[in-house]
């Protein structure tokens, strides 16, 4: 079975500081689909990143960086010098796997909290 | 104007009472999803449908039903709504052509009394 693992349920950090949210993952496929979503207070689900299973090359968007390791099926997201725009709700979710039905598996999701 | 769309977007009935939230898209996709977020558990599917033809039950589909009235449509039923379904409902669509990536409406938020 497919499962996704946020271990940190809620994070509070103070604006500029460096913050990474962990993302553990459970597949038995060999492709598969990695994913973040921002939720904000306005309850939107925001797409940040897509990471396919064969293609473990971290990747940086401006101040946010997702380190994607297959060997420790982990894809942790790290925001740089945090901002208070940045608290939400952040969303690892996992899709792929026999038939491809496309689902969703989503982690149980981390609140940042980034105070001024 | 947005591609994924959810009406109502704020709803509060009573326990019973059967309600419909629905949803519709602009983008073509053939798949469509219902979730369901709860704080703490993220969200959990509910069902999804591969054209108007194909519906299939996920996760958490006991006291739901789904109808697919046309490839853009996609509607979620409780017929007799209970309090424990008081969540943050999400319809999803996607194009399996593009790796899987959804696409989510703005949520509905579901409060039974």
Redesign the interface.
């Known amino acids: 079975a497919q499962k996704?693992t946020?271990a940190q349920?809620e994070i509070s950090v103070v604006e500029k500081e460096d913050v990474t949210l962990d993302c553990v993952y459970e597949t038995r496929d060999t492709t598969y689909?990695l994913?973040w979503?921002k939720q904000p207070p306005s309850?939107?689900?925001v797409?940040l990143i897509?990471r396919?299973s064969f293609d473990e090359q971290n990747e940086i968007s401006g101040r946010y960086s997702w380190n994607f390791q297959k060997s420790t099926s982990s894809f942790n997201f790290t925001i740089t010098a945090s901002q208070v725009v940045d608290s939400a709700v952040y969303?690892c979710?996992l899709?792929?796997g026999s038939g491809?039905?496309?689902?969703?598996i989503?982690?149980?999701?981390t609140t940042l909290q980034v105070k001024p | 104007d947005a591609d994924v769309t959810q009406t109502p977007r704020n709803r509060i009935t009573k326990t019973g009472k059967r309600i419909m939230l629905e949803c519709s898209q602009t983008k073509g996709h053939d798949r469509m999803y219902w979730y369901r977020q709860d704080p703490g558990l993220g969200l959990r599917l509910i069902y999804y449908s591969f054209d108007v033809k194909d519906i299939n039950k996920g996760e958490i589909s006991d006291g739901y039903s789904v109808s697919r009235q046309a490839q853009a449509k996609f509607s979620l039923s409780l017929e007799s709504a209970i309090p424990n379904q008081t969540a943050l409902y999400f319809c999803a669509t996607s194009d399996f052509r593009a790796y899987n990536e959804q696409f989510f409406g703005p949520g509905t938020r579901l409060t039974v009394l």
Do not use: D, I, M, P
């Open positions: 996704v946020q349920t689909y994913f979503y309850g939107e689900l797409f897509r396919n969303f979710a899709s792929g491809n039905t496309g689902k969703l989503f982690g149980q999701g």
